[in-house]
């Protein structure tokens, strides 16, 4: 778990945040399918709001489980799939800290507690919810939108059966009071709460054409196809070609001296702080592309995987690369076998498997003073080489033509 903290400005106090509450979309800025790297954007525009952050994810399998943004003076948690890495879930997990807007109305908060009652008064009729008695929870449903209720084992008769009558009162009078929020993307109509029913939910879908995670086909030592825009991108290309097929940059800058070129002897450049090299870098397809500062011609591709734990993490928007060995021929579309693809998800033990041993790691340290994740390996092949984490996931990929 990673944790940021800033100092908290004064007349900011815990709770005092009021946030529009939007069903099946999203709560205040945050929206549902949101790449994770526009929900950092947010953050960082209001410093003052978001003051303490905690970003936590499973470092060993960082597949396995979501990536989560999590607001503790809000009382709030931001889900992401942490494949496309795009917003799934909203968690409001201490509703007395996070005052929402509906309409014109406030409910939660310190001052306006969310009963039962008040849900109902608010939000209108639905059909009953779902009690879990092993949680001792009751979930009230409405499209994109669920609120979990604590139910006191002496009133666990009022759901009988899972089903009870609304608005929910107690004999005594009383109305159970909002313990949980979710909001979720409501088009497949899935029932979101707490427990198995928080795994139901999933970032909406992509809109017809979106770019985000576009797969990038590679054809090692030749071209990067892009599925989406069908564009091909070669070796030996000229800026002038890029822009063309991809448009502008995000970014243009000089090339530090490359630390591994030591390790060539057939380059007889002498070791400055700059080389003539240039990188164009587009930071929303998650490619680097360099180019050579006297032919001005592509000589490398780099391509970021974008998992947490890495020292670029949230730089770049995640490349969706497909990599396709050597042994394979023809056209991008009659190459489908998935035996020999190398993609972001493939850990190293895999690409070994494909590839080969390829022997001894370069250490690649980028920095350790400053950089907390600590050190890399790198591993080269013919016409790519594979930086590789601790946990044995791909970082990220270079391309060049040996």
Not at 165 to 174: I, K, N, S
Not at 287 to 295: H, N, R, Y
Not at 322 to 349: L, M, Y
Request: aromatic share 12%.
């Amino acid at each position: 778990m990673l944790q940021r903290t800033r100092r908290r400005c004064e007349g900011t106090a815990m709770g005092a945040i009021v946030l529009d509450l939007r069903p099946g979309l999203g709560v205040g800025p945050f929206t549902l399918g949101m790449p994770i790297c526009e929900a950092f954007a947010q953050i960082e525009q209001q410093p003052n709001i978001y003051d303490v952050v905690h970003v936590k994810y499973f470092d060993e399998e960082p597949l396995k489980l979501d990536i989560v943004i999590s607001f503790p003076d809000h009382g709030f948690h931001l889900r992401f799939d942490p494949w496309s890495q795009r917003l799934r879930l909203v968690e409001i997990f201490d509703v007395k800290r996070l005052q929402m807007r509906y309409a014109t109305s406030l409910i939660g908060g310190p001052s306006t507690l969310a009963t039962f009652v008040a849900v109902y008064a608010l939000f209108g009729p639905t059909f009953p919810g779902i009690y879990d008695k092993d949680r001792g929870v009751y979930t009230l449903f409405y499209p994109g939108l669920s609120f979990a209720f604590p139910i006191p084992s002496q009133y666990t008769d009022c759901c009988y059966d899972g089903e009870a009558a609304l608005p929910l009162e107690f004999p005594d009078g009383t109305t159970p009071v909002t313990c949980r929020v979710s909001i979720y993307d409501s088009s497949t109509d899935k029932k979101v709460g707490v427990g198995s029913l928080m795994d139901k939910a999933t970032a909406p879908p992509l809109p017809v054409g979106s770019l985000y995670m576009e797969e990038v086909h590679v054809k090692l030592g030749e071209e990067l196809y892009f599925t989406v825009g069908g564009q091909h991108i070669t070796f030996g290309a000229s800026p002038q070609d890029v822009w063309t097929e991809l448009g502008r940059p995000c970014g243009i800058h000089q090339k530090q001296v490359d630390q591994m070129v030591i390790h060539s002897a057939s380059d007889p450049r002498p070791r400055t702080t700059l080389c003539g090299d240039y990188f164009y870098n587009y930071f929303t397809r998650g490619l680097d592309i360099l180019f050579d500062g006297q032919t001005h011609k592509i000589k490398k591709f780099v391509l970021h995987t974008n998992y947490p734990g890495h020292a670029d993490f949230n730089s770049y928007i995640k490349c969706n690369f497909v990599i396709f060995s050597s042994d394979f021929e023809g056209s991008f579309e009659e190459v489908n076998s998935r035996v020999h693809r190398i993609t972001p998800s493939t850990k190293w033990e895999q690409v070994k498997e494909i590839l080969g041993d390829c022997g001894r790691a370069a250490i690649q340290t980028q920095g350790s003073t400053s950089n907390p994740f600590g050190s890399t390996f790198v591993y080269g092949y013919q016409n790519v080489a594979f930086e590789v984490m601790k946990n044995g996931y791909i970082a990220t990929v270079t391309l060049f033509q040996s």
